[in-house]
C-alpha cells in the first residue's frame, strides 16, 4: 500500500475510531498543452500525475457528513447543505455532496478522510483531486449509477458554484478520465475525449516537471478577467466562443477587434487550440521529439499575449531551453505554479539542476523538480 493510502487509512482511524469501508483515489494532473482554451469550449490534452489524493470513507448513521485531512484533522461536519455553509477547504467535500445531489443522486452520508501527496497550489490542481477522490467515493458507496463522462461536469459545478472559483472542466476530467500511458485529447464543447498513448520511456525521453515555487498572487481576479476578455471577443466576432475561430479566419478575426487587450487574449485561445490539435496529430503519429516547438511556442504566446506568466516560469522555461530541452513552457492556469520540459531522459537531472542555478543566481526561492509519468485517473485502490 503506497504511504499516502496507509495515511489515508490511518487518518480514518484516528477521526472516526475505525477502519474505512474502503480507499479512492484520484491524481493531479500537467497538462501538455491546451491552456485557458478549457473554458473557451476548445481541446486541453492533460495527463495524469502519479501524485494522488485518497480518500479513506466508509458509511455515516447519523445521516450527515465528515471529512477531515491530514492538514485539518478535526473533522468538519455537514448535513444537507447549500453554497455558503461550508466554507474554507471543507467547502470542495460539501459542494461534491451538492453537487451530486443538486444532479438527482441521493448520496450516501458518510465519513471520509483525506491524505495527499499532490503539492497544494502549484497549478498541479489538489482541488481536483481531492473532488475526484470524494466524488468517486461516493458514488460507490451509495452505488450511484453516474456514468465516467458525467462526472467531470459535477465536480466543476462543485467547485464553481459551491466554492465560488470559475474554473473550466479541465481538471476534473483530467483526474477522472485520464489513463496511465495515456494523455487525454479532450475536446471540451462536447466532452468527447481520445486516449494518446503518451508512454516516453521507449523513446528515451521525459517529462521535466518544475514547480517554480513561486508565490501565487492575484490568481483568482486574473483568471476571472481572462474568462471575461474571452467571452468579450466571442460576443464582438458573433461566435459561441473562440473555438469557433479558426486559424485561417484569425487575421480577419483580430481586425474586427478594436482592442490590442482582446486581440492578443482571442490570438492567444486561437492559436493555442490549433497547437493542441498539431501535438496530437505528431503523438498519433509517434513523432514525440516534434512536439517540442510547440510546447515553446504556446509559453511564448501566454507570456507576450494571454500575459499569466512571471518571471520565474519564464526563466525556467529559458533555462530548460538552454539545457537543450526540446520545449518547454508553463503548465496550468498561471500567475506562478509549475513548468514543464520535454527533455532526454539522460539530461533531466542536468535540466533541473540548470533551473536551480538560474535561480539561485536571481535570488528565487529553489524550483522543485521530477520526471512525470502518465498514472492512472481516479478509482477503488
Ligand atoms: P491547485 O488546485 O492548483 O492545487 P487550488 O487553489 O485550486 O490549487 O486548490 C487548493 C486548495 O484545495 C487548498 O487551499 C485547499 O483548500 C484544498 N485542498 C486540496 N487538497 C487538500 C487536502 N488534501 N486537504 C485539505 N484541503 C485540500
Ligand atoms: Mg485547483
Known amino acids: 500500500m503506497s504511504s499516502v493510502s496507509e495515511t489515508a487509512r490511518k487518518t480514518f482511524l484516528e477521526a472516526y475510531g475505525t477502519e474505512p469501508a474502503g480507499l479512492w483515489a484520484a491524481p493531479g494532473r500537467v497538462n501538455l498543452i491546451g491552456e ?41 461536519v455537514f448535513g444537507v447543505t447549500d453554497p455558503g455553509d461550508v466554507t474554507g477547504w471543507g467547502a470542495y467535500v460539501a459542494g461534491i455532496v451538492w453537487a451530486l445531489q443538486d444532479a438527482g443522486f441521493e448520496v450516501p452520508p458518510a465519513r471520509i478522510a483525506l491524505a495527499s501527496d499532490v503539492p497544494l497550489g502549484s497549478g498541479l490542481s489538489s482541488s481536483a483531486a481531492l473532488e475526484s477522490a470524494v466524488l468517486t467515493a461516493l458514488i460507490d458507496l451509495g452505488g450511484l449509477d453516474v456514468p465516467p463522462e458525467r462526472r467531470p461536469a459535477i465536480a466543476q459545478r462543485a ?16 483526474s477522472i478520465r485520464c489513463r496511465e500511458g495515456y494523455a487525454l485529447f479532450l475536446d471540451c464543447r462536447s466532452y468527447q475525449v ?9 523513446e528515451g525521453l521525459a517529462i521535466l516537471v518544475i514547480n517554480s515555487n513561486a508565490p501565487h498572487q492575484h490568481v483568482d481576479g486574473e483568471y476571472g478577467e481572462r474568462r471575461k476578455s474571452c467571452e468579450a471577443a466571442a460576443t464582438a466576432l458573433g461566435v459561441p466562443a473562440l473555438r469557433d475561430v479558426s486559424t485561417a479566419e484569425l487575421p480577419q478575426a483580430l481586425e474586427r477587434l478594436d482592442d490590442d487587450v482582446l486581440r492578443r487574449r482571442a490570438r492567444h485561445i486561437v492559436t493555442e487550440n490549433q497547437r493542441v490539435l498539431d501535438t496530437v496529430s505528431l503523438l498519433r503519429s509517434g513523432r514525440v521529439r516534434e512536439i517540442g516547438p510547440l510546447l515553446t511556442a504556446s509559453h511564448e504566446s501566454m507570456r507576450d499575449d494571454f500575459e499569466i506568466t512571471v518571471d520565474q516560469v519564464d526563466v525556467a522555461v529559458q533555462a530548460s531551453l538552454d539545457a537543450g530541452a526540446y520545449g518547454a513552457r508553463m503548465t496550468g492556469g498561471g500567475f506562478g505554479g509549475c513548468v514543464l520540459a520535454l527533455v532526454n531522459t539522460d539530461r533531466a537531472d542536468a535540466t533541473a539542476a540548470a533551473v536551480a542555478a538560474a535561480y539561485q543566481e536571481r535570488g528565487f526561492t529553489a524550483p522543485t523538480s521530477w520526471v512525470a509519468t502518465a498514472g492512472p485517473g481516479a478509482g477503488r485502490i
Open 36 to 76: 485557458h482554451t478549457d473554458y473557451n469550449d476548445g481541446f486541453v490534452l492533460p495527463f495524469a500525475l502519479p501524485q494522488r489524493t485518497v480518500a479513506a470513507a466508509g458509511p455515516a448513521t447519523d445521516g450527515r457528513w465528515s471529512v477531515c485531512s491530514t492538514l485539518a484533522p478535526e473533522p468538519v
Open 194 to 202: 481520445e486516449q494518446i498513448p503518451f508512454d516516453l520511456t521507449g
Open 159 to 174: 467547485e464553481n458554484v459551491y466554492v465560488g472559483a470559475p474554473t473550466g472542466i479541465l481538471d476534473q476530467s483530467a
